[in-house]
Structure formats: C-alpha cells, structure tokens
C-alpha cells in the first residue's frame, strides 16, 4: 500500500497488524505441556524446549511419546501412568530413524 502525502493513515490496518502481533507474541509464550513434563528430566527450561513427533492422547489419557530438543541436544521421551522418562539420543543419529525395510515372506 501506497501512502501520498497528507492522505490520512489507515487506522484499520494499525489495528490489524496490533491484534496480530499480540497474538502472535502469546503464542510464542506458550509452551507445550510436553515441555513442562520433559524439562526435570532434560535439564533445560520448559521455554527453551521444542516439541516434535507428539504421539499419543493429547488429555493425557494413554501412552505418549515425543522427541524434546534444547539446542543441539535432543532426547526421545515417553510418559505413562504419570511416570516421564526422557534418554538423551546420540548426536548425529538421524531423526526420525529411517523406515524399516518392508519384511520378505
């Protein structure tokens, strides 16, 4: 959009591009509650952990699985009946680990 001199600003867009920013500013706040449940166990803040591969019930009914990363570190961690464990996966080692090869028979 183009401006000409003395024409009066848009107010909409102003407003528009506030909103957006303040929803994105909250969003970036949030953490997943995978993050919370890894963090005791990877040493890193809840807000510094990223949360990838979620498998599971997300009410946390059931068996879940994820892959947490801080940094360059990255661990592949599971929780069931309210017990998390997170174990650290080698760096370099490829995630997602490949498909299987399709079994013969």
Known sequence: MRLEAG???????CVRALAMGLVAALAACAT???AELSAPQTGCAASELEVSHF????NGDGPQSWMAQ???R???CSQLHQRTLCDEIPAGTPWPPPEAPPAEG
């Open 74 to 76: 990255r661990w592949f």
């Open 7 to 13: 024409a009066p600003a848009p107010r909409v867009s």
């Open 70 to 72: 801080c940094g360059d």
């Open 55 to 58: 498998h599971g019930a997300r």
């Open 32 to 34: 997943h509650p995978a």
